[in-house]
């Protein structure tokens, strides 16, 4: 099979689940992942034909991609902050928007070495982005997930990142093994509501971690409530989150109201609230 014929392939094969980009990036993103070639090299050379082996390796991801997996658990591999992680069903696929809270945090701390905590790591996405810009900070990456955390090892490991990776609850952290204290705080935590599940894609709510994507709709704001007060016991902690697009005032308000200062959402480049920083001063 060529290089065009598997075009066409993934055209005929696809077309009545994907849109026409859609399919277009698949393609490449799996003749990368299992090839190796750029973009550039596929386009310049549509009559290579790809050998038997790589051949059915492809053919199984189409058939991954038909039943809607996301391409990056059929590759097992995701793009981040410019590194190449590990991902599987156990943690969330990194997200563009959480680049955009990493980049955040790397301009405020540029150059200063720092004691950062990153809450709900899953792949360890943000910790490993963070230790990679700010080498001389001082990493510490949680989460209750074992599956999550062993993501996060391996990624760590293969990276050659340096950070301490812990079993803690988030929901609990005053009643953890953690002490207060840190420089940063920083988490993407799970944030939709479950009334809300009508409206999450359906390869990520058929295929990502539950776990990590929703909250009860009595409580939404319990992660961000429960990091907030473990954040209190510090005398000076900057705490940085992603957020729901609708949470941004509900949870500033709730802020302000346990005494934090500083208060500042961010929108990400589609225009919606994402980012929340704010500082609190003991």
Same mark, same amino acid.
């Given at each position: 099979?060529?290089?065009?014929?598997?075009?066409?392939?993934?055209?005929?094969?696809l077309?009545?689940?994907?849109? /026409?980009?859609? *399919?277009?990036?698949?393609?490449?993103? !799996?003749?990368?992942?299992?090839?190796?070639i750029?973009?550039? !090299?596929?386009?310049?050379n549509?009559?290579?034909?790809?050998d038997? *082996?790589? /051949?059915q390796?492809?053919?199984?991801? #189409?058939?991954?991609l038909? +039943?809607?997996?996301?391409?990056?658990?059929?590759?097992?591999?995701?793009?981040?902050?410019?590194?190449? =992680?590990?991902?599987?069903?156990?943690?969330?696929?990194?997200?563009?928007?959480?680049?955009?809270?990493?980049?955040?945090i790397?301009?405020?701390? +540029? /150059?200063?070495? !720092?004691?950062?905590?990153?809450?709900?790591?899953?792949?360890?996405?943000?910790?490993?982005? #963070?230790?990679?810009?700010?080498?001389?900070?001082?990493?510490?990456?949680?989460?209750?997930?074992?599956?999550? =955390?062993?993501?996060? /090892?391996?990624?760590?490991?293969?990276?050659?990142?340096?950070?301490?990776?812990?079993?803690?609850?988030?929901?609990?952290?005053?009643?953890?093994?953690?002490?207060?204290?840190?420089?940063?705080?920083?988490?993407?935590?799970?944030? *939709?509501?479950?009334?809300?599940?009508?409206?999450?894609?359906?390869?990520? =709510?058929?295929?990502?971690?539950?776990?990590? #994507? &929703?909250v009860?709709?009595?409580?939404?704001?319990?992660?961000?409530?429960?990091?907030?007060?473990f954040?209190?016991?510090? +005398?000076?902690?900057?705490?940085?989150?992603?957020?729901?697009?609708?949470?941004?005032?509900? #949870?500033?308000?709730? =802020?302000q109201?346990?005494? &934090?200062?500083?208060?500042?959402?961010?929108?990400?480049?589609?225009?919606?609230?994402?980012?929340?920083?704010?500082?609190?001063i003991?």
């Amino acid at each position: 099979m060529t290089y065009k014929e598997l075009r066409l392939h993934f055209e005929s094969q696809l077309s009545e689940l994907y849109s /026409s980009d859609e *399919i277009k990036n698949l393609y490449f993103l !799996t003749l990368n992942g299992i090839l190796q070639i750029s973009k550039i !090299t596929i386009l310049s050379n549509t009559d290579n034909q790809i050998d038997e *082996i790589n /051949s059915q390796r492809i053919l199984n991801i #189409l058939d991954g991609l038909q +039943k809607k997996v996301p391409i990056q658990y059929l590759l097992g591999t995701a793009a981040f902050y410019g590194m190449i =992680l590990e991902v599987n069903p156990s943690v969330l696929i990194p997200r563009p928007e959480t680049e955009e809270l990493v980049e955040w945090i790397i301009k405020d701390f +540029k /150059s200063k070495k !720092t004691t950062i905590l990153d809450v709900c790591t899953g792949s360890g996405c943000i910790a490993l982005a #963070l230790k990679q810009n700010l080498p001389e900070s001082t990493l510490t990456a949680i989460d209750i997930s074992g599956g999550a =955390l062993e993501t996060a /090892s391996h990624n760590a490991e293969k990276l050659g990142l340096e950070i301490e990776i812990i079993e803690e609850d988030a929901l609990a952290l005053n009643e953890g093994s953690l002490s207060p204290g840190y420089d940063i705080i920083v988490s993407n935590p799970p944030y *939709i509501k479950e009334s809300d599940k009508k409206e999450v894609q359906e390869n990520v =709510l058929m295929y990502e971690p539950h776990l990590a #994507l &929703f909250v009860p709709d009595n409580d939404p704001l319990k992660f961000y409530k429960a990091i907030a007060e473990f954040a209190r016991g510090s +005398k000076s902690v900057t705490v940085y989150f992603e957020i729901h697009e609708d949470m941004g005032d509900e #949870l500033s308000k709730w =802020l302000q109201k346990e005494g &934090f200062k500083n208060i500042e959402v961010r929108k990400d480049i589609n225009d919606k609230d994402r980012m929340l920083k704010c500082i609190y001063i003991c």
